[in-house]
């Protein structure tokens, strides 16, 4: 998919900031406790599992990242929740543990947070959503811990036209299909994989065939290339949904999430079809933006779809003052409301982000600015000051601010990462600054070279970025002999790397292009 709603995201709160009357982050902030979390050592876990014939149960995920926090205050937190976790072996795979990137290239997980279920002899079960409610969670974690088949096995029978039960068609349903890494169907397959799915599912599952329909929408309108769809019969069947509260709630992460993305694929732009289905779509979330059973971050999220439509019929202009006035007051509720560390990590990060598609930048950058003395990860907010500077014109302090997260951020692949997005800054924003971009790129370097498995997963993706920043950087050759300098230092990593290790190989191959 081309993309998944990622909030980021700031407000102002006319005098005092709201938010310096809530307490302190949790103190420890990697993990809620109440769960008897096996960190890191993967291994060890599965051989306790296959010791004592139990699931075990792989949580992917990093210490600053919004959805993951999500999940810690939503549904880790709950004593449903920690109860279940006696019926399985739980671990913990933070991105910047030792190893961690290894381990996520051995289990295809990727983006933050991932959630799998493996059997006790390490066949994976299903991957579970982390953007739905907790009741939606605990229930699909039940239909999985109860199926003796994996996911794998229902969606090939499902396929084949085998009779499934109910649970199946569910677990189909409610599969985390946003962190398959192509697991169970390659990613160019998938918009038209789930519409054969949603046309499959028997007449009495109606919801689940609707959710289907749904998620094969959001697929396809993320999509490099949607597969043919039935425009007028999706157009119905989505109209179904915004029409029925109940099915819109139930319906809620795809009709937040991939709002503007869903309209712009079954709609013309400018036209009555689409005006009225935005119409249609803005008064679900509305009512979504004020269900008390949804958390403080679900309900900002539909506000933030309620910009992204007003965009959709706006792209450049000034949004609609009623809806500006909604967005400061939604706002300022979730920020004055929200005390738990890990929830403002999500919160903050919708809010902001809502401000700032709103064109209330102002406003971002003051509940930004406050965040950064109470989180746990400032240097996360950092890059959405980052954003918001840029947005404005501002290149120096965008950069500024892209300098600022690299230097605060915290762990091996995360410091690479927030690395490669201050020297990408430095590339689009400065691209003069020839000595700041190399020593930037160098520091990167550097620290690449003390670090395992610095070549695996997201870490490698960091990488291939970094060199293809450079490659653009330099090619007029404006800048040869600092481009030059860079890759040679990348060229003595590799050179260090034993002959057998699958990473020499990788890092070779980062050089290919310099070398063409």
């Known amino acids: 998919m081309k993309r998944r709603l990622t909030l980021i995201a700031a407000l102002l709160i006319a005098g005092s900031s709201a938010y310096a009357a809530t307490p302190p982050a949790n103190a420890d902030h990697k993990l809620p406790p109440g769960i008897a979390w096996q960190q890191g050592d ?56 030792p190893g961690a990137q290894k381990l996520g290239a051995q289990y ?4 933050y947070p ?33 199926n003796a088949r994996p996911v794998k096995q229902t969606l090939a029978a499902a396929l084949k036209g085998s009779k499934l039960g109910s ?10 299909w946003d962190t398959d890494q192509a697991q169970l169907i390659a990613e160019d397959k998938l918009p038209a994989t789930l519409l054969k799915l949603a046309q499959s599912v028997p007449a009495s599952e109606g919801p689940t065939a609707a959710r289907l329909q749904l998620k094969a929408l959001a697929a396809a309108a993320n999509a490099e290339k949607a597969p043919p769809i039935d425009k007028a019969a999706a157009l119905l069947a989505l109209n179904k949904v915004l029409a029925d509260p109940k099915q819109s709630r139930a319906n809620f992460d795809v009709l937040v999430n991939y709002a503007g993305e869903i309209i712009e694929l079954l709609t013309a732009s400018g036209t009555p079809e689409q005006a009225t289905l935005v119409a249609s779509w ?33 792209p450049k202009g000034n ?49 930004l600015n406050a965040e950064l003395k109470r989180s746990h990860s400032p240097y996360y907010f950092m890059l959405s000051l980052a954003s918001n500077a840029k947005k404005r014109g501002d290149k120096a302090t965008a950069v500024d601010w892209y300098e600022k997260a690299y230097n605060a951020s915290e762990g091996p692949a995360t410091r690479l990462q927030w690395g490669v997005s201050y020297v990408s800054g430095l590339v689009e924003l400065a691209p003069q600054d020839e000595v700041r971009i190399e020593k930037a790129a160098t520091n990167i370097l550097t620290e690449v070279a003390g670090t395992k498995n610095a070549f695996y997963e997201r870490n490698r993706r960091s990488l291939e970025k970094l060199v293809g ?39 070779q191959g980062l050089l290919k292009p310099a070398k063409a």
């Open 319 to 367: 949004l609609p003052e009623p809806l500006l006035s909604e967005v400061k007051k939604r706002v300022a509720q979730a920020d004055a409301g929200t005390t738990n560390g890990y929830e403002r990590q999500a919160v903050i990060n919708t809010a902001a982000y809502t401000l700032s598609s709103a064109g209330l930048l102002d406003d971002s950058d003051k509940l």
């Open 108 to 111: 295809k997980v990727r983006g």
């Open 167 to 176: 649970d199946d068609w569910k677990l189909l349903a409610d599969y985390s």
């Open 42 to 97: 993967v291994a060890a876990a599965f051989a306790q599992a296959r010791a004592t014939g139990k699931p075990l149960f792989l949580y992917w995920g990093a210490v600053w990242c919004p959805p993951c926090n999500q999940v810690k205050a939503t549904i880790f937190n709950q004593q449903a929740f920690i109860d279940r976790t006696r019926q399985f072996i739980p671990v913990y795979l933070d991105g910047d543990q």
């Open 469 to 507: 920043k450079i490659h653009a950087w330099n090619k007029d050759q404006a800048h040869q002999a600092s481009a030059k300098r860079v890759l040679a230092q990348l060229e003595g990593v590799c050179g260090k790397l034993p002959g057998k290790d699958p990473q020499k190989a990788v890092c």
């Open 282 to 314: 803005n008064k679900s979330l509305q009512s979504l933006a004020g269900d008390a059973s949804l958390s403080a971050n679900d309900k900002l999220g539909a506000v933030t779809a309620q910009v992204a439509l007003a965009r959709l019929l706006s």
């Open 114 to 146: 991932t959630m799998i279920l493996f059997k006790p002899d390490g066949t994976e079960i299903t991957r579970l959503p982390g953007e739905v409610d907790f009741e939606r969670y605990l229930n699909t974690l039940e239909m999985a811990l109860g």
